[in-house]
């Protein structure tokens, strides 16, 4: 950040007074510009013993197959902005959504929150950002193309979990992961 977004003017660096963390600070205005982790938010749809995957068509991980998930928007629950990715993915409209999986990404300065939903009618197509969308059973997912780790551990808890008959909420913190 070179200028701040009130006024126009420079800012620096500095450790605001009572607070503990170098922060962007207006040198004309003193505007505090802050800056927090972004919340990505989606869902694990099940129709029967099937989960839906998208196959991205955008960057990061273009041709990589992942659940419907995206950046939540101002104004928004998690939930909604979970039910908005899946409809803007895969067209997908949801039902007994369950929080299921929260992912703390520190070293990128995301949270990952995945909802564990019935996808209605089992009805379903490639919306904007996907190139495909396709049910999958446990022994067919294209595990290696799956696009990011979070999602890869979704589905392996989740097929897990489908075996006890339990679905606890999952929080974990994750390192860095370096794709091939």
């Not at 009572?18 to 869902?43: A, E, K, M, W």
């Not at 950046?71 to 067209?91: D, I, K």
């Not at 950002?129 to 990011?148: M, R, T």
Request: proline content about 6%; aromatic content about 12%; glycine content about 6%.
């Amino acid at each position: 950040m070179k200028y701040c977004s009130e006024c126009g003017q420079a800012v620096s660096k500095k450790i605001p007074e009572g607070d503990d963390r170098l922060r962007y600070i207006c040198t004309s205005c003193d505007t505090i510009h802050y800056q927090n982790p972004r919340v990505i938010v989606g869902t694990l749809p099940v129709y029967g013993e099937q989960v839906l995957l998208c196959k991205r068509a955008i960057e990061p991980r273009k041709g990589f197959w992942t659940l419907p998930a995206g950046f939540m928007e101002n104004g928004e629950t998690t939930l909604e902005g979970a039910a908005r990715e899946s409809w803007e993915e895969a067209r997908a409209t949801l039902t007994h959504e369950n929080l299921y999986r929260l992912f703390d990404l520190p070293y990128i300065n995301q949270v990952y929150m995945f909802y564990l939903a019935d996808l209605v009618d089992g009805s379903f197509s490639a919306g904007p950002e996907s190139l495909d969308v396709k049910l999958y059973d446990e022994a067919d997912i294209p595990w290696d193309e799956i696009a990011f780790a979070v999602v890869a551990d979704t589905l392996r808890e989740y097929f897990e979990d489908r075996k006890k008959g339990v679905f606890p909420i999952r929080i974990s913190s994750t390192e860095p992961v370096r794709h091939k």
